[in-house]
C-alpha cells in the first residue's frame, strides 16, 4: 500500500540504517502546512521542482512567468540553444533557455514590443491558458478535445463567465477533462474547484506545482 509524503512524514516513519538507504531527499523543508504538499514533494521526488540551495521551495510565494516556463521544460525535460526570441531575455539569464523553449512549442508568448516581461506575474487565467497548451502537447484526447471546442458554447457558458474570452478554451479544457482519484471522487486538472477560482487572482507556486501534478496524473504521465 501506498502512504502519501505527508502521511509518512507525519507517523514520524524513517528508513532503516543501512547503505542502501543512502540518499539525499529531495522534499522540501517548507511545505509540510500547504495543502498541496503531496502534490509539491512528488514533482520534487521525481527531479521537476527545485528548490533553493537551503531546501526551500517557497509555497506561498507569487509565480512569475519565467518560472512558470522553467517549470514545464522541466516536466517536459527540453531546452532550448541558440538566439533568443526576446529582447528582455539575454542568454546568460537562468531562465533563457525554458523562456524560448516554451515559446518555440507556443505554450507562451511575447508581448508586441518583442519583450517577454519573465518576471511579470501571472494571473490564474494566464497561467491556466499555458497549461491547458502543455495538457494538448502531451496527450491527443485533449489536442482533439481542443479541436471540437464550440465557441460558442464556450462564449455562452455561464461557469466561464468571468474568464476572459480568449482563456475560456484552456479553462474548459482544464475543469472539466477529469480523473478518478484514489478515493473514488472525480477530479479535474486544476487545483481548486473551477467556482473558487479568481480569474485575476496571481498564481502562487504551490497552486502552480499542485496543477502541474494534476494534469501528469490525469493524463497517465505519472501514477501515485
Known amino acids: 500500500m501506498w502512504i502519501s509524503p505527508s502521511a509518512r512524514a507525519a507517523s514520524g516513519w524513517r528508513p532503516p540504517p543501512g547503505r542502501w538507504w543512502n540518499f539525499q531527499s529531495r522534499w522540501f523543508s517548507d511545505v509540510a502546512d500547504s495543502p498541496y504538499a503531496d502534490a509539491i ?4 521526488t521525481d527531479g521537476i521542482l527545485n528548490g533553493d ?3 526551500s521551495f517557497n ?6 512567468r519565467a518560472q512558470l516556463c522553467a517549470l514545464m521544460a522541466q516536466a517536459l525535460g527540453i531546452g532550448y540553444t541558440g538566439e533568443s526570441q526576446f529582447s528582455d531575455v539575454s542568454a546568460d539569464r537562468w531562465y533563457a533557455s525554458a ?25 490564474y487565467e494566464q ?5 491547458s497548451r502543455l495538457a494538448a502537447y502531451l496527450n491527443l484526447d ?11 458554447a464556450l462564449a455562452e457558458d455561464a461557469e466561464l463567465a468571468a474568464f476572459s474570452s480568449w482563456a475560456k478554451s484552456g479553462v474548459d479544457v482544464m475543469a472539466r477533462m477529469m480523473r478518478s482519484s484514489a478515493d473514488d471522487s472525480v477530479v479535474s486538472m486544476l487545483p481548486v474547484a ?4 479568481n480569474p485575476q487572482a496571481t498564481v502562487l507556486r ?5 496543477t502541474l501534478n494534476n494534469l501528469l496524473q490525469t493524463l497517465g504521465i505519472i501514477d501515485y
Not at 516554451?102 to 501571472?122: I, N, R
Not at 485533449?142 to 460558442?152: G, P
Request: without cysteine.
Open 41 to 44: 514533494n512528488t514533482l520534487a
Open 53 to 55: 540551495s537551503s531546501g
Open 59 to 64: 509555497p506561498t510565494g507569487e509565480l512569475p
Open 99 to 123: 523562456v524560448n523553449a516554451m515559446a518555440q512549442l507556443g505554450f507562451v508568448e511575447g508581448y508586441s514590443d518583442g519583450t517577454f516581461q519573465p518576471d511579470a506575474l501571472l494571473t
Open 127 to 131: 497561467f491556466i491558458t499555458f497549461m
Open 142 to 152: 485533449v489536442y482533439e478535445y481542443v479541436k471540437d471546442q464550440d465557441t460558442q
Open 194 to 197: 473551477l467556482e473558487d477560482i
Open 206 to 210: 504551490e497552486e502552480a506545482a499542485a
